[in-house]
């Protein structure tokens, strides 16, 4: 069996066959201002960076200075202007215990972050990092009943391979592994001004219970792929959310679908595309391509150009434009390196750049997610497993050259 696999099994049948990172100690729950500009704090560090031979320094005028292969300068909180380089950024405030599996999404320049899985336990928590001055806080959440008879704490299911899904100043939590899972996979909505927690209510048949699955936000519309149900039996199956209606309906697609698979990325292109690229299967690991005609309801594998990735599964991906980045994931072996781009309009793809060594970027079950800083494009990474559980916060923006390059 997989390596991937097996670890992944004895995280769940058995947690404490990897020591707890020194970083377990669980963090206070704060009370925090969802819209509120948190004030900045000031650093005084000095702190080797974790990609490469970076040495990492705060000056006397905040000014973050990093120097790797030649001389890249970082302004926190004002600029960003790390080129196509993955910087490891030293945050403030308590930063959430070292995880892999869970969610994360931006909502007004602040990066959520929701559940996931340490030392084969499920987490429950939910974390802000403020991406104006990159400050970590603990929401303090409640919880709506649905009901009288209803016992609320359900709805706080720990779990991990969930999806976070940004829609209307509310966070989407869909499906997800948990210790008890319920027969169909449910939708958490968690509400940005009351800090309250509810369960979508929804008609039509929605899908199976699953984790791993992907979630991807087309429109008005929540379009579900795969994942693998609590059997641990592997899906290939298409379900789609009306988010008006709050009706559930399953594609039927024509064509060759991809494998049952979980851990896979996807991504919407023109409104109208689902990209799905790689994932896992009890043993194998894929690099595949395939896209889902969402009008005529089809499938289509295709040839993909350029310096493609190696097979993964646990990647994570992000759209700016019509370019896709793929950055993480592992084959089994080791976990994978390089960053890729590919441009979803061509099918070709690049290798943006890459780290070196046992890195939290070449981990599985990271997060990605982007957001817009001082008017540049930044992509923030978070957590991961690589053999230990990762917290860290590496970010990478783009210079001319990738937008010449990338027609960005």
């Known amino acids: 069996e997989a390596m991937r696999l097996f670890v992944k099994i004895l995280e769940e049948e058995d947690p404490g066959w990897y020591p707890m990172a020194s970083n377990s100690v669980p963090e206070p729950a704060v009370d925090v201002q969802i819209n509120s500009q948190s004030t900045k704090t000031e650093h005084s560090v000095e702190k080797e960076a974790s990609f490469g031979e970076t040495k990492t320094t705060f000056t006397e005028d905040r000014r973050l200075t990093e ?16 080129y196509n380089q993955w910087t490891a950024l030293l945050t403030s405030g308590p930063p959430p215990k070292a995880r892999y599996e869970h969610g994360a999404a931006v909502i007004q320049d602040k990066m959520y972050m929701y559940g996931g899985n340490h030392n084969g336990r499920y ?3 939910l974390h802000v990092l403020d991406l104006k001055n990159w400050t970590w806080s603990r929401v303090k959440t409640k919880v709506v009943a649905e009901s009288q008879e209803t016992s609320s704490p359900a709805i706080l299911t720990h779990c991990a391979g969930h999806s976070l899904i940004p829609w209307n100043n509310k966070l989407l939590s869909a499906g997800g592994h948990t210790k008890d899972p319920s027969e169909f996979m449910p939708v958490k909505v968690f509400d940005l001004h009351t800090c309250t927690w509810s369960i979508l209510k929804t008609k039509g048949k929605p899908p199976l219970s699953r984790g791993g699955q992907s979630a991807t936000l087309v429109g008005k519309s929540l379009v579900i792929f795969g994942g693998q149900d609590a059997n641990k039996l592997l899906l290939n199956d298409v379900h789609m959310l009306d988010l008006d209606t709050m009706t559930w309906d399953e594609i039927d697609a024509v064509g060759s679908p991809p494998s049952p698979r979980s851990d896979h990325a996807a991504a919407v292109h023109a409104e109208r595309y689902l990209l799905i690229f790689g994932g896992g299967s009890n043993a194998t690991c894929f690099d595949d391509l395939h896209v889902l005609d969402l009008q005529t309801e089809e499938w289509s594998r295709h040839t993909q150009q350029g310096e493609a990735p190696t097979p993964r599964a646990g990647h994570a991906g992000v759209t700016i434009g019509e370019n896709w980045f793929i950055v993480g994931g592992g084959d089994n072996k080791s976990g994978a390196s390089e960053t890729f781009v590919l441009n979803m309009s061509t099918l070709a793809w690049s290798v943006l750049t890459s780290v070196q060594g046992r890195v939290p970027l070449a981990s599985e079950g990271l ?14 990474a978070f957590g991961g497993y690589n053999g230990s559980y990762n917290n860290e916060v590496p970010i990478t923006t783009f210079g001319p050259g990738f937008r010449l390059q990338f027609g960005y």
Not at 68 to 82: A, C, F
Not at 367 to 380: H, K, P, Q, W
């Open 67 to 82: 120097t790797q292969d030649k001389d890249v300068v970082l302004e926190i909180p004002n600029t960003v202007s790390v």
């Open 367 to 380: 997060s990605l997610v982007v957001s817009s800083y001082n008017g540049e494009d930044v992509i923030v």
């Open 123 to 125: 987490l429950g928590d």
